[in-house]
């Protein structure tokens, strides 16, 4: 069994900084792809920011350059830096590990942790 466990969310105002991590525990070995998606109040789950094992990241056009997704390999976390808040980033965000193994990719999701960005 793995578990993904989410911490670091909250209420900011606009233009503040917030810190989301997350750490998976469990029967895993690696992850070659971890991330954070989010979902805002009657809005599908979008992707936010991923990382590769390898260190290649991928964001979405709404938040390059204010958040920054990083790793740590070694012991199978992934944070989410963000910067520069705004009220359209308030959402349930969602942290994400994919793994392969033998060819079977399967996704494992956290609870999630509510941001809110407001004044």
């Known amino acids: 069994q793995v578990q993904m466990v989410e911490s670091g969310g909250g209420l900011v105002q606009p233009g503040g900084s917030l810190r989301l991590s997350c750490a998976a525990s469990g029967r895993i070995s690696s992850f070659f792809v971890m991330g954070w998606y989010r979902q805002a109040p009657g809005k599908q789950r979008e992707l936010v920011a991923t990382?590769?094992?390898?260190?290649?990241?991928n964001y979405a056009a709404s938040v390059k350059g204010r958040f920054t997704v990083s790793r740590d390999n070694a012991k199978n976390t992934v944070s989410l830096q963000m910067n520069s808040l705004k009220p359209e980033d308030t959402a349930v965000y969602y942290c994400?590990?994919?793994?392969?193994?033998?060819?079977?990719?399967?996704?494992?999701w956290g609870q999630g942790t509510q941001v809110t960005v407001s004044s």
């Open positions: 994400n590990g994919r793994s392969r193994v033998l060819g079977v990719t399967t996704d494992y």
């Open positions: 990382i590769t094992s390898g260190g290649t990241t």
